[in-house]
């Protein structure tokens, strides 16, 4: 495996060679210093070798279930310390344990890309067009693996860690459900995430009892209509007119039927009818995307939103087909997982770490999981504190690096307050 990073260290700077021969610049550990003394040890060593293993990532993106390269990459660097990961059935994504004993607690990274060119011009920025890691999974990738590894330098564990490396998060419903297929939550207590975020300054983490992400659905309403002409609307159904009523009249009955303590919220991406100026349109398409924060509502969303559309459609005369697809439950963070997870940031960077976080109507697959067994999810700041915030799912993004130690020790700390 080679990294694809040309960059040289300013003249005079110490250099940290990894074992693939790349230079990297030392990274600072903010977390240094503050133990188990097998954490310090691994990443005063091998905190290059996390950084290296990111930027190859991130050069070589694949996007979701076609991560094969990547998969191959994580086997290879698991098994160069006698771990025995396992290859999921569709040929992307692993599972490993590390350590023994009956109890386990699962951490979990995902592994695929977003469809989006790179725009950032650095050494190691994709070399594959059409897709980048602008959601920051190759940091999540290398996060877990540098956990990984930390994890089996240990003398002797408290039980086993699960390191599940989950590919297409970025797809609906998402791979976690793969994961949850291929028996990969079987015997674990409690499962841990991170995912980074731009808002929080490298050192911080942001955690969040009860929901941090909402449910994200998406719906497609196509219409139908004899069509006709424009001088003579009251000879057929105005489909136009129609996509109006629905446009603005669906989201504002939605607002009186479901509880506003929800989050829930209806936002129309995309319509298409017609060409002609002075022709009725026989057919025409609206998508939008449909999210709420609330589990329960999220469940009789799908026969409401049908409800409604009838009845706003019906005196018009249009017909319509609507095809509501599920996409992926809110990540609902249990009481005493986040707890626990507070505890694991608290023993590897201490009280100021911490930092509240706001429910985002944003869709991660990570709820999968929480519909199995308990957990946390947190964010994970990768804010260099000094330039401009770049958002995620934008080609501009990039992270401080800082923040891949910063991980790995959250990741250890929280699954060792787990099994303690």
């Given amino acids: 495996m080679t990294v694809l990073d040309s960059r040289l260290p300013e003249e005079g700077a110490d250099v940290l060679l990894t074992e693939r021969g790349v230079s990297i610049a030392p990274v600072d550990d903010p977390g240094e210093g503050r133990g188990p003394s097998w954490l310090d040890d691994w990443l005063a060593a091998n905190a290059g070798e996390v950084v290296a293993w990111r930027r190859h990532i991130h050069a070589h993106p694949e996007l979701s279930r076609k991560e094969h390269n990547t998969t191959a990459m994580i086997e290879q660097i698991l098994r160069s310390v006698g771990l025995k990961p396992r290859i999921m059935p569709g040929g992307t994504g692993l599972i490993c344990d590390v350590g023994s004993g009956p109890r ?44 990984a590894l930390a994890l089996a330098s240990a003398t002797e564990l408290p039980g086993r860690v699960r390191l599940v490396f989950q590919p297409a998060e970025e797809v609906m419903p998402g791979g976690a459900l793969d994961v949850l297929a291929a028996g990969g939550l079987d015997g674990v207590e409690r499962i841990f995430g991170l995912h980074c975020d731009p808002r929080l300054e490298v050192g911080r983490l942001g955690t969040r009892i009860g929901a941090i992400t909402s449910a994200s659905d998406m719906l497609e309403l196509r219409l139908t209509s004899p ?11 105005d489909l136009v007119h129609a996509l109006g009523t629905v446009i603005t009249g669906l989201p504002g009955l939605l607002s009186r039927r479901v509880d506003p303590r929800s989050g829930t919220v209806l936002v129309w991406g995309a319509v298409h009818a017609g060409e002609a100026p002075n022709a009725v349109p026989q057919d025409g398409v609206l998508r939008g995307t449909l999210r709420t924060g609330d589990r329960d509502i999220w469940a009789e969303l799908e026969p409401l939103i ?5 009845a706003l459609l019906a005196p018009t005369g249009v017909g319509f087909d609507l095809h509501h697809r599920r996409g992926v439950p809110p990540v609902v963070n249990d009481r005493e997982s986040t707890v626990l997870l507070r505890a694991g940031i608290e023993a590897a960077l201490g009280e100021d770490a911490l930092a509240g976080t706001e429910q985002s109507s944003g869709g991660e697959d990570f709820g999968w999981y929480l519909e199995h067994v308990p957990g946390s999810f947190a964010r994970l700041g990768v804010w260099d504190g000094v330039g401009k915030q770049r958002d995620l799912h934008q080609p501009t993004f990039d992270l401080d690096e800082r923040a891949l130690m910063v991980g790995v020790r959250v990741m250890v700390h929280a699954a060792l307050a787990s099994l303690a």
Avoid: N, Q, Y
């Fill in 104 to 147: 386990c607690v699962a951490l979990r990274a995902d592994i695929d890309a977003l469809p989006l060119t790179e725009h950032t011009g650095l050494p190691h920025a994709s070399t594959v067009e059409g897709a980048s890691h602008a959601c920051g999974h190759d940091a999540h990738t290398a996060v877990l693996l540098g956990a």
């Fill in 306 to 310: 049908k409800e409604l559309v009838g």
């Fill in 227 to 237: 069509g006709g002409h424009t001088s003579r609307p009251h000879l057929t159904a």
